[in-house]
């Protein structure tokens, strides 16, 4: 549910950055749209964008508040409270946000529901936590 919201939450910034950028461009968003998903390159270049700006996102939401929009909502933390405050947090992060873009933000976090425990966190020696 935490990745169905973050994604939702990259989704809305996309849609405002559109607005924004038909605005200062003074045009209609769906001609910006129809110029940018007219060939099969320009849909790749935009899906190769997205997963950065997802990459990027979760790494500074997590490295900030310890969460993302996502995991706040659902009462999940990454790493325990001590761990946060050590100078490998950042590094851990990094390595965790980066596996899951690299392995398509699905495979992991699929694999990990079917084994009943948190796969990336294992691989990566930072876990993610519930609240509750």
Request: positive net charge.
């Amino acid at each position: 549910m935490a990745s169905v919201i973050d994604g939702l939450v990259l989704i809305a910034i996309s849609c405002a950055f559109l607005v924004l950028f038909s605005l200062l461009m003074k045009t209609n968003a769906s001609v910006v749209i129809k110029n940018y998903f007219h060939t099969e390159s320009q849909i790749m270049l935009l899906v190769e964008i997205y997963a950065v700006s997802a990459w990027v996102y979760l790494i500074a939401t997590r490295v900030l508040t310890g969460s993302s929009i996502g995991e706040w909502a659902c009462n999940i933390r990454l790493g325990q409270p001590h761990e946060r405050l050590e100078t490998r947090y950042v590094l851990r992060v990094l390595a965790r946000s980066t596996l899951i873009v690299v392995t398509g933000v699905v495979t992991l976090p699929a694999l990990s529901l079917i084994l009943g425990g948190d796969l990336t966190g294992k691989l990566c020696g930072l876990r993610l936590f519930s609240l509750k």
